[in-house]
C-alpha cells in the first residue's frame, strides 16, 4: 500500500515557473513507477511524465517536453515535476501516481494522490 500526497501548486504567470512535490509513505516507493497526470475542467485525465524505480529513465507527453521535468528522490520517498515555461494551457489539476508497469496509461497506474491545482494566467 502507498499513499501519496502532493503539494507545491498555485497560481502563476505565464512564462513562470513551479515545483510539485509528491510524498509517499511506505518503504517500496523505491520499487514503483511513477507518473504524473493531470485534468482540466471538462477534459479527460492525460499523462504528463512519467519516471522508473531507478530514476534514469524519464518520459513526457509531447506537450510539456522540454519544459518539465520529472525526477525522483528515493531516499526521501518523493517525486518531484519543475514545470518552467508555463502556459495557460497547463491549467489543471495535477496528480502523482505509482504504478507496477511502464505506461502512460493511467488504469496501469494503482495508487493515486488527491492533486494539486495548478492555476496559469495569461
Known amino acids: 500500500q502507498v499513499q501519496l500526497v502532493e503539494s507545491g501548486g498555485g497560481l502563476v504567470q505565464a512564462g513562470g515557473s513551479l515545483r510539485l512535490s509528491c510524498a509517499a509513505s511506505?518503504?517500496?516507493?523505491?520499487?514503483?513507477?511513477m507518473g504524473w497526470f493531470r485534468q482540466a475542467p471538462g477534459k479527460e485525465r492525460e499523462f504528463v511524465a512519467a519516471?522508473?524505480?531507478?530514476?534514469?529513465?524519464?518520459y513526457y507527453a509531447d506537450s510539456v517536453k522540454g519544459r518539465f521535468t520529472i525526477s525522483r528522490d528515493n531516499a526521501k520517498n518523493t517525486v518531484y515535476l519543475q514545470m518552467n515555461s508555463l502556459k495557460p494551457e497547463d491549467t489543471a489539476v495535477y496528480s502523482c501516481?505509482?504504478?507496477?508497469?511502464?505506461?502512460?496509461?493511467?488504469?496501469?497506474?494503482?495508487?493515486w494522490g488527491q492533486g494539486t491545482q495548478v492555476t496559469v494566467s495569461s
Open positions: 511506505g518503504r517500496t516507493f523505491s520499487s514503483y513507477v
Open positions: 519516471i522508473d524505480w531507478s530514476g534514469r529513465n524519464t
Open positions: 501516481a505509482a504504478g507496477t508497469r511502464w505506461d502512460i496509461s493511467p488504469r496501469q497506474y494503482d495508487y
